[in-house]
Structures are given as structure tokens and as C-alpha cells.
């Protein structure tokens, strides 16, 4: 007798539909493995035996051949072993085989037959729901996550035994639902004192997904503001929300209780990370995204950005252009695989390395070469990339500084600018001013007599051809962001001023 049922596996945040076949031989009872590249047969093979023993339920007196298909495809470690024990008990009539068929099965196992949750399931729910499977069978705690999916009927389950009663023809399982979390309170843009131009530059970075460099002494609320910008973005549209999720899905990062993402994501990675943990990897034969994919249509924080590694920051060169990323290594067929990583990058950082350091101190200790050098770590690899500069100061003691306009205020007019430039940029596949590229800004969005600033800056050798695309870009911004229909030459200048940090 022989049984075929459905799994998945991942290919980057894409879910990859595999066909699991066990078949039951007559012969001396064994259990034989085709189709893993032969990775913890025995484990596995131990592992379902004790799963389905657990579960009260006869494992085959006879052989048991288990095939994966397609073989080149990287398998999951654990989200196949569900429908690996489903199909051989199918193989060995325990449970129909035609019930157990054109399901999907994706979910881990532990050895006394509990269910239990894998990342991916958003991704595999996709592949199910494309493929017509007549449901998608996961760990209840992965339930909410797969009814994200419209189109394949999900049931949770929390142990094998609930899973072959169902398919016997019993009830199928229940499904807790999970309480929501309560809303987090973020803070507001109000809590920001004084520093007007930096708080302007926030505006304009969250309307036109501008990258933005913070800088100033500690204490001055560089990391405060930081963490106001994702407050400041549109939530997620239904289409982004999906992709933000799939990735967060992919990296096991999602909260069972509300996994759909519908708020912009704020991640903030420590300088110690290295390229893998910001671009992420190639983990066991799996591509698991890194910070810069977490923070996909969101925001990117690297507080201290000096102090990340030079090759770190070398990884952030490409997603700041072309919104995708591809981890350096290849997996084991040699295959690149890029992952979505369109994020606003937000660097904070002193203006020297004993000021980072030390906040004890009041004074710079530093050598000019010292300082000069700690400026360039960020510079170098990431300068042209930043359109936006800003310097922030601590309140003076004493004086608390005028407050800023508060987040709905300020999230209004940028909603209004993000919708003027959307219908701008109605049928192409850019959705903000800052993912137009070069040629296609200079071919279809060029301003009147308003760009002589930056024409005039160019020729004057103060900027580069690129720095100079990359201000009409913010140009159009504030355009936006004041409802005009053009920039003007006050726009292109004050585009300048914020690129160069000259803006007071
Ligand atoms: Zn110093």
C-alpha cells in the first residue's frame, strides 16, 4: 500500500510545495529514507516511531520506504514530520489514505506526539492555498498565522492523535483562539524637545522613505526620535502587510497571538551584529532573513553606526538602492536567493568615539585625526545612500525647549504627501520619491527652472551626480509634503541644506 500526502518547505520567504510518499513493502520491518540528502534518518525515523507509539497508535510490522520529492529542494528540519508519520500511517492503512491526501501537512513533531509550531507557516499557507490543497493542517499555535491565507481551510492541532481521529472521520480539532495583546503605547513625537530641523528631516524621511543620519551628543534624544519615525508611516496596506509577515514568518520572529504585521516595523539591531545577522543566512540548508529583511517596509535602526563593522555596514549598500538583499554564501546547490529588504535606514551616532562610549564625559578627548577617522567608518560605505542629515542637541538646562507637533499631526500630512507622490507614480512599481531610480527620475521627473540649486551645487563639484538625483528625490518630497505640484527652487535648496546637514 502506498500513500502520498503534501508538506513545504521554504526557498528564501517563498514557500515550496513537497510530496511525501511512504509506501509499505512486505518484508523484514525497517524504515528507509529517500530524498533528505540523508540527514538524522535514524533520529527521524526514531522520532516519528516514538510519535506515533505516544499517540496509542500501531507503528507497520512491515517496510517502510518514506520519499521526500523534489529531492533538491532544502528541507526544513522539522516542518515535514508530521506528514511524514501522517503518510505512514496511511501506508499501513491506519488511517485512510484518500482522507489523508490533498492535505497539507506542515508542523514539527515531538517524540510524545504533540504538534508543534515551525516558522514559515504564512509562506507554506500561500503555496497550499495556490496548489487547491483541500486543507492545511499546523500546530494550534501557528493557527492564526495560517488563516492569514484566504483560500485553504486551516485546522490546528495540537497532537498527532487529534490528526488521525479527524482523518478517520471524527471531529476535527478544536481551535483556541488566541487573546490579542494589548496595544503597546510607542510614544509620541511630542515627547521631542527643541531640535526642529531633525524633527522636519523625520517628517520628510517617513514621507519619502528618505535614509536619514542623526547625529549629536548623548542625551540629545537621537534614538528617541528614531524610534518615532515608524509612528509616523501609513500602516501597512493589506498586499505589504502580507510580505512583512512572510518574512517575520520565515525568520520564526512572528507572535502567535497577532501575527499578521500591519504596523510599519522598528528593528534595531546591536553594532555587534555582524553581516550575517544584519543581511542574514544560510542556516542548516535554510535562508533565514536578517535585520535588514526584518525591518522590510519599516525602519532600520543602527544606533552607534560607527561602531558596526565595516563589512556590516558594506552589506547595507545594495538594499539601501535596490530594496532587495542577497546573503553572500550560497547553499549547498549553489543557488543566490535574494530576500525583500526595502527599509528607511535611520543611523545615529556621537560626533566621536569617547563620547559614544563614555557618557560620563562632557568633553571630547579624542585627537581632530581620531575624530575625523569615526566619522568615516560611516561615511565610507553608506554616504551617498543617506539623503537626509541632521545634528541634534540636548535641552539646555533649564530651558525644556518647545515640544514637537504631536504624531497624528505631523502622520496626517505625511499620509497626504505619500498619496500625492502614489498617484504620481500610479503604474509603476515604485510606491515613494525615494525608490525611483536615477534614469527614471531624470527621464520623467524632472523639474522646471526649480532644480538650478542643485544644478548649480553639481557644477560647483559640492555634490555627486548621484548626491545631486538623490536631492531631487527629496526635493519632490517636500513638494509633497507642502501640496505643490512641482518642486520649487526653494524646495530643491532646502533638499540641499538637509543632505549636507547644512539646515538650521
Ligand atoms: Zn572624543
Known sequence: MDACV??????????RMLEVTAVAEPGLPGFEQRGMHGWGLGQRADRAWSAVTASGLPWPRSRIIVTVAPDWLPKHDSA???????????????????????????????????????????????EAAKAGCRALVVATENTAE??????????GASCLGEVTRWLCGGPAPEVMVPRPPAPSAAGDMSDIRGNRTACLAAEVSAAGGHHLSLSGLPGSGLALLAARIPGLLPLLDEAAALEVTAVHSA???????APLKTVPPFIAPHHSAGPAGLAGGWESGMLRPGAASLAHRGVLFLDQAPEFGRETLDALRSPTETGTITPQRSDSHGYRRSLPARFILITASAPCQCLALRSDLVQCTCTPAARGRYAARLSGPLRDRVSLRAVMTPPESGQAGEPAEATAVIAARVA???????????????????????????????????REPIERATSLGLVSDFAAADALRVAWTLADLNGRAMPTRGDCAAALGLRMGEMR
Not at 503534501?6 to 514557500?15: Q, R
Open 416 to 450: 497626504a504627501a505619500r498619496e500625492r507622490a502614489a498617484l504620481r507614480l500610479a503604474g509603476t512599481p515604485w510606491r515613494v520619491n525615494a525608490e525611483i531610480p536615477r534614469d527614471e527620475l531624470l527621464r520623467r521627473f524632472m523639474p522646471g527652472g526649480g
Open 251 to 257: 525568520a520564526g520572529a512572528l507572535d502567535p497571538t
Open 146 to 155: 495560517a488563516r492569514l491565507v484566504p483560500g485553504v481551510p486551516v485546522i
Open 80 to 126: 515535514v514530520d508530521l506528514a511524514m508519520a501522517v503518510a505512514v500511517l496511511a501506508a499501513d492503512c491506519t488511517v485512510p489514505a484518500h482522507a489523508a491526501g490533498g492535505i497539507m501537512y506542515y508542523a514539527g513533531l515531538g517524540a510524545d506526539g504533540r504538534v508543534t509550531p515551525v516558522p514559515g507557516v504564512l509562506p507554506a499557507a500561500v
Open 6 to 15: 503534501k508538506s513545504a518547505t521554504l526557498s528564501g520567504v517563498d514557500g
